[in-house]
């Protein structure tokens, strides 16, 4: 898996407790400690997939545009991860000779692809909200300001 989801998940979920306020590029990189240019190239996906809205110039930023309530983890992984869960890398060679050599990198690939669904399985029970609430549990916050 990569950080873009993580980056996705924290963007959107500081984004669900600012409702009410737009949010610049620095602002989210700045709590998600990150560069702004790595908070914007994700937002730019999720902007294209109807997570966020965007205003530019002066008192411009992002704002979320899907219902925290109504948007589950595993969109947010599909629009942002989906197929990293596997390696870039695999071992093996389907031209080898070795039964092993020849065949563990389909093998593997089934078995991510399998991973992968189940990942997107758990992740479907899990709501931003979900993930706000259970921040502002640790923290006794009021869930959006």
Known sequence: MNSEFSIAVHSLVLLAHRSDRMA????????????????????????????????????????LSCDPEETNLAQVYRAVSMGTLKPGWCSGDPEKVCIIASTVQNVMDDMFQEAELHLEQYWEKWTIADVLRKICSVHKCKETK
Do not use: M, W
């Not at 610049?24 to 994700?42: E, G, L, M, Q, Y």
């Open 24 to 63: 610049t590029s620095d602002t989210i990189a700045d709590n998600v400690c990150t560069h702004p240019a790595r908070v914007r190239k994700v937002l730019g996906i999720l902007r294209k997939q109807g997570f966020v809205s965007t205003r530019e110039g002066i008192g411009g930023g992002y704002i």
